[in-house]
């Protein structure tokens, strides 16, 4: 029986003490929803990495703070999902290649709109993690709802919601600036 269960726990725990077990279908599930989530945390990671090189020469220096604070969570993201996979038994799962391929080449941002697109990315890349949690919540594992209520699952969607509130905050804000140039542009333009 022992070898049909699988313990979750990162540590060899005392003989005495009792070890969490769960089901291998249990465990599976949990194991998929984790890696899909990895998956596209990976490239959010990578576009904050991204987004704080390129933000450097942006007119909005605290964008750079916070892209560079969202990336350092991304990574602490990371981090959580591979050791949860891990501890579940998934470590074949992870491979070091999708660690490896990084961030594409940054370049500057250019343009009265390069800000706003980024901006913009950054929220749509937040709305598929969070999408993919909760499509799989709901759908995939609504019969046992255990691998929704994993830990990792939930920083990984409590995270990704603070953030994208944080980017469209971002957002509207440079959207309000904007729009305060343009009406104070076109003030100057009537008394000419």
Request: a positive charge.
């Amino acid at each position: 029986m022992r070898s049909e269960k699988m313990r979750i726990s990162n540590r060899k725990p005392p003989d005495d003490s009792p070890v969490a077990i769960v089901g291998d279908h249990t465990a599976q599930k949990t194991i998929v929803l984790l890696d899909e989530l990895l998956t596209h945390t990976l490239p959010l990671r990578d576009m904050y990495k991204s987004a704080r090189c390129r933000a450097a020469d942006l007119h909005f220096p605290h964008l750079r703070a916070l892209f560079e604070t969202h990336y350092k969570e991304q990574l602490a993201l990371v981090d959580v999902l591979v050791d949860r996979i891990r501890a579940l038994g998934g470590a074949s799962r992870v491979l070091a290649g999708a660690f490896l391929q990084g961030a594409r080449p940054s370049y500057a941002l250019r343009g009265h709109l390069a800000t706003s697109r980024l901006l913009c990315d950054l929220l749509d890349a937040h709305e598929i993690v969070m999408n993919v949690a909760h499509t799989t919540g709901t759908y995939g594992l609504q019969t046992d709802p255990s691998a929704v209520r994993d830990f990792a699952v939930g920083q990984v969607l409590l995270t990704n919601e603070q953030q994208s509130c944080f980017v469209r905050e971002q957002l509207l804000r440079l959207d309000r600036a904007k729009r305060f140039a343009i009406s104070s542009f076109s003030g100057v333009e009537a008394y000419d």
